[in-house]
Structure formats: structure tokens, C-alpha cells
């Protein structure tokens, strides 16, 4: 079946590590995503990547860092830097087409740091 | 102005009630509009895409209004199972993406028996 699958589903992390989510997808989608959700919050924006090897910066990507060395996979390093990390953080995945901005999600992490 | 509103809720309604959420977008360049669903503690899954001229899925109806950067969703006959976090997402032309979108924070819908 095809999906995004995230990894691990639950982190926990003491302050001052680094910590990388996975997030793979079988779609073949060329675009994948990255947000935060914090409770009573929408989704904010962390990174995103519209194609292999490269990637932008969303609205809160301080902190965060990311690489996208395979179409399948966009994995997320949540540093020491950023402030306040526990949250539920989502990846997403669409087809890069002009006319489909349709997002599917993975499962999600949920990060509590210590 | 916030990018993408709604009415955070909570709406409390009985088994077959009707409920229906509205939301507003700020940016008028908007092509995509959708309405995603979010269950306690999961990911966000599409429930439907919003067309210019409206668009019908069994008992849920959305609408658009571009003129006043509205957009609506009806449900009818309200189930248990409805209750959720209903999420208005929009897109933008984020860093010249027409791609990304925006969430709305979500209304939470409660049916009760």
C-alpha cells in the first residue's frame, strides 16, 4: 500500500540534543513538507522540499534543519537551538502538479523534550 | 489580518442536527481551498476539495465565495463519528509556491447521542 510512514511516533529528548524524525513516503510524490502543530494551533510551516536536493525555508524553520538526498525520504533534525521543540510534528507529501495542491499527511511524531 | 480564520468552537450538537462552519482567507490570490478533518491526536486527512461552484459528498456540502474570500462546509444528519477538529486550508504562493497551504486552526465539532 502506498503511505508516508514517520518514525518514531512517540520521542522523548533531554534538553540540549539533537533529534531526527523520519519521514519516508512510496508515492512518488516530488514534494514533501514538514509543520508543527502546537495544542489549539493550525499547522505552522517548518521546511519544505519541492524536488530532490533542494529545499526552502517555512515560516519557523529556526531551529530545524533538514535534507532531502532522496525523493523518498525528508527527514527533519530538531536541534538544540530551537527554543520550545515539544510539539506534534507532521510531514506531508503532493504530487508537483500546477493543478493539485492536495497535501496527504503521515501519522506524526509526537517530541517531548525533558 | 490572520491568513486563514475560522470559529475555534467548540460546537456542541445533538445526533442529526445540522452544523455548519465558515471560514475567511486573506489572501485573494487563492486557488485551491479545501477542508481537511484531524481526529484527536492523528494527522490531518482531506474530507474535500472546494470548488468555485460549490460541491456536494453525501451529507457535507461546501461552498465559495471568492468575492468575500469565504468559504463554508454544511454537514447534515450529524453522526457520532463527525465529532473532530474541521480544518479550512487555503494555498498560498509562499517563496513563489503555489503548492504550499495554509490551516486554519480548526473548529472542533462535538455530536453528542
Known amino acids: 500500500d502506498g503511505g508516508i510512514t514517520q518514525s518514531p511516533k512517540y520521542l522523548f529528548r533531554k534538553e540540549g540534543q539533537n533529534v531526527t524524525l523520519s519521514c519516508e513516503q512510496n508515492?512518488?510524490?516530488?514534494?514533501m513538507y514538514w509543520y508543527r502543530q502546537d495544542p489549539g494551533q493550525g499547522l505552522r510551516l517548518i521546511y519544505y522540499?519541492?524536488?530532490?536536493?533542494?529545499?526552502q525555508k517555512g515560516d519557523i524553520a529556526e531551529g530545524y534543519s533538514v535534507s532531502r538526498e532522496k525523493k523518498e525520504s525528508f527527514p527533519l533534525t530538531v536541534t538544540s537551538a530551537q527554543k520550545n521543540p515539544t510539539a506534534f510534528y507532521l510531514c506531508?507529501?503532493?504530487?508537483?502538479?500546477?493543478?493539485?495542491?492536495?497535501?496527504?499527511f503521515g501519522p506524526g511524531t509526537r517530541l517531548t523534550v525533558l | 489580518r490572520k491568513e486563514v480564520e475560522q470559529d475555534p468552537g467548540p460546537f456542541n450538537v445533538p445526533e442529526g442536527a445540522t452544523v455548519a462552519f465558515n471560514c475567511t482567507y486573506s489572501n485573494s490570490a487563492s486557488q485551491s481551498f479545501f477542508w481537511y478533518r484531524q481526529d484527536c491526536r492523528k494527522e490531518p486527512k482531506l474530507l474535500m476539495s472546494?470548488?468555485?461552484s460549490g460541491n456536494e459528498d453525501g451529507r457535507f456540502t461546501a461552498q465559495l465565495n471568492r468575492a468575500s474570500q469565504y468559504i463554508s462546509l454544511l454537514i447534515r444528519d450529524s453522526k457520532l463519528s463527525d465529532s473532530a477538529t474541521y480544518l479550512c486550508v487555503v494555498n498560498s504562493n509562499y517563496g513563489g509556491s503555489q503548492g504550499n497551504l495554509i490551516f486554519g486552526k480548526g473548529t472542533k465539532l462535538s455530536v453528542k447521542p
Open positions: 522540499s519541492q524536488i530532490v536536493n533542494d529545499f
Open positions: 506531508a507529501s503532493r504530487v508537483r502538479d500546477r493543478g493539485n495542491n492536495e497535501q496527504f
Open positions: 472546494v470548488y468555485s
Open positions: 508515492l512518488n510524490h516530488d514534494a
